[in-house]
């Protein structure tokens, strides 16, 4: 097809006739639409839609439900009356034809009853009469009368066993408190009685004598614990002294001093031997503190002790009091581990070792073991501790 | 009734237009005829809810055009699900049996004066429903692309090349007329 007859074609398209719709059609249309707006009007009273329609199923349901609960409530009258109904129908005589049966089948069941019984019977009276059989029941039922039963011997095996562990351990403990409180009770006496610098005299030996005795009795330990288990065993002096490094009077009040820091150092200052004693354990212990870079203290004035506990509170809102230290009596020592970037982290005083000249104090920096999930915190770790007043230099030694 | 009795001015000053749209989207009187009746019968329902903005032949044209796509869909789903025989019969119902609408042009329409526009009609009426409202909306209602494509909801450039194909096509039908009739 050429340009020209597309030409054509598209002028023969436009040419295309404009067509009038015939009066039957305009009728048509008019027709539908009253037809249409007719069967509007005529439903209109009944057509309601589907809420309607909802609505209505919504009540006949509930009219349901009505009824039903009211058959219920009346259910107890028609069981009577089918009740009474039967009871009547069992009163009436039954006819003659169905009792002759039943009493057929009655006769049959007992006969069937009285044979079985009997051979039953029989059958016992051979099994009662036989020797052997009795012999083999007599030895049967000896024999589950006279075995324990086993959780009877476990239970009693653990009882004798927890029963001699706790007696030991009370006896134990109660020596060990016996012989902390006579020492106890000789010091506080022999500060009571004593008066100027006899008595003092008198308290720093017997304290002196007290933690010799204390270092020695751990330097024991610590042979005892690279001995033999069985050297151990043996030895039932080291066991004494290890009871004696940890009797169960200064773990509790370690415990508490843990909790309550501000207690111990008022315990610790009423003066009391003893007290001092059980205040050469950890007092300030945590992971967050305002001294960000590693340090070891002395502190042996309060005007220190209260700058440094300020550097120390400092971040804390509201800043924490300085807790009250009679450094009268006491020296505070300490350890700042400065900023570490995780948690797990801490620094602990081990132990202090007053030699001739000087104190030495042991120390120890503990970090998180590799691949372990820790909290990503900046952490300050510190151990401040008090230690009996000494005016000998104090130096700080890392241990492993 | 002063709400119908204007219906039926408006109806009646539209009704050749939008009457001749249908013939030609449809392709026979038959079907067009119908398809203008549903046109106004819809538009009656929002007849009440026409603020008189837009102008009313444009209204009842995007009415019909839209009436057509929706039969056109429905012929399509239709065709699609019923695969039944013409001539098959429920049991001893007395329905006719079913006829689908020749391709043909209709015998005794008044549509083509002459031989040429009989053709022409005829081949039209051969193409694909798709293909024809395209070409009628372009060549014979002097549509815009812009109309064309927001009348039937499909990109300009989609227009054009359906338009292009349609031509292809109406070309290839027109031959296959001529040589029929020769």
């Known amino acids: 097809m050429t340009e020209k007859d597309e030409f054509k074609l598209r002028e023969l398209l436009k040419k295309s006739p404009t067509l009038t719709p015939p009066e039957t059609f305009y009728k048509g249309v008019l027709e539908k639409i009253e037809r249409k707006s007719g069967r509007m009007e005529e439903r209109a009273p009944w057509y309601w839609g589907y809420p309607a329609k909802g609505l209505a199923t919504a009540c006949v349901l509930m009219v349901i439900v009505l009824v039903t609960r009211e058959a219920k409530k009346n259910e107890p009258e028609l069981f009577q009356k089918a009740q009474s109904e039967t009871m009547q129908n069992e009163s009436r005589p039954a006819p003659a034809s169905l009792m002759m049966k039943k009493a057929e089948l009655a006769e049959g069941s007992k006969a069937l009853s009285h044979a079985g019984a009997r051979k039953d019977k029989e059958r016992f009276e051979d099994l009662a009469n036989n020797k052997e059989v009795q012999n083999r029941v007599n030895r049967n039922i000896v024999k589950y009368v006279d075995m324990p039963s086993p959780f009877e011997e476990v239970d009693e095996k653990a009882k004798q066993d927890l029963g001699l562990d706790r007696k030991g351990v009370a006896s134990e403990g109660a020596k060990v408190r016996a012989s902390s409180v006579e ?16 008595a003092d005299a008198q308290l720093l030996e017997r304290r002196q004598s007290l933690i010799s005795g204390r270092l020695q009795a751990r330097d024991m330990n610590g042979v005892a614990s690279q001995g033999s288990f069985l050297d151990e065993q043996k030895s039932p002096a080291l066991h004494q002294k290890k009871a004696l490094q940890f ?5 509790q009040l370690k415990d508490q001093l843990k909790e309550e820091p501000q207690a111990a150092v008022a315990l610790a200052g009423s003066g009391s031997v003893s007290n001092a004693e059980k205040a050469d354990s950890p ?8 001294i960000t870079t590693f340090r ?6 309060s005007e220190d002790w209260q700058t440094l506990w300020r550097e120390h509170a400092g971040p804390s809102v509201p800043p924490s009091p300085c807790p009250p230290v009679d450094f009268n009596q006491y020296t505070i020592i300490g350890i700042f581990a400065g900023t570490k970037p995780t948690a797990g982290y801490s620094v602990d005083i081990v132990d202090t ?17 590799q691949g372990m999930i820790t909290a990503q915190v900046l952490t300050q770790p510190y151990h401040l501790r008090l230690i009996p007043k000494t005016n000998l230099p104090i130096t700080f030694q890392k241990v492993p | 009734m002063n709400n119908l009795e204007n219906f039926e001015d408006m109806m009646r000053a539209n009704g050749p237009r939008i009457y001749t749209l249908a013939a030609r989207l449809t392709g026979n009187v038959t079907d067009g005829q119908d398809l203008a009746q549903e046109t106004f019968v819809n538009a009656y329902k929002h007849w009440e809810k026409f603020r008189g903005e837009a102008d009313v032949a444009t209204w009842l044209y995007r009415i019909c055009v839209n009436c057509w796509k929706n039969r056109v869909r429905y012929e399509k789903r239709r065709a699609f699900w019923k695969h039944f025989s013409l001539d098959a019969r429920d049991g001893d119902s007395d329905e006719p049996v079913r006829e689908l609408p020749s391709g043909e042009a209709p015998i005794g329409q008044t549509l083509e004066k002459t031989q040429e526009l009989a053709t022409l009609h005829a081949a039209l009426a051969r193409m694909k429903p798709e293909d024809r409202e395209v070409l009628v909306l ?6 815009s692309y812009e109309e064309i494509a927001q009348l039937l909801e499909v990109p300009i450039g989609t227009v054009r090349s359906r338009l292009a194909r349609s031509r292809d096509k109406l070309r290839e039908l027109l031959e296959n007329e001529l040589k029929r009739t020769l």
């Not at chain 1, 009770?185 to 006899?198: F, H, P, R, Y």
């Open chain 1, 183 to 198: 020492t106890d009770e000789s010091l506080t006496s022999a500060q009571s009685s004593g008066k100027g610098a006899s």
């Open chain 1, 247 to 251: 009797p169960s009077g200064t773990l």
């Open chain 1, 283 to 290: 007092l300030w212990k945590g992971s967050t503190s305002g």
């Open chain 1, 296 to 301: 070891t203290v002395v502190v042996r004035t």
């Open chain 1, 353 to 369: 070792q007053p030699l001739s000249d000087k104190i030495v104090v042991l120390y120890r920096e503990t970090t998180p073991p």
């Open chain 2, 138 to 143: 372009y060549e014979m209602e002097d549509r």
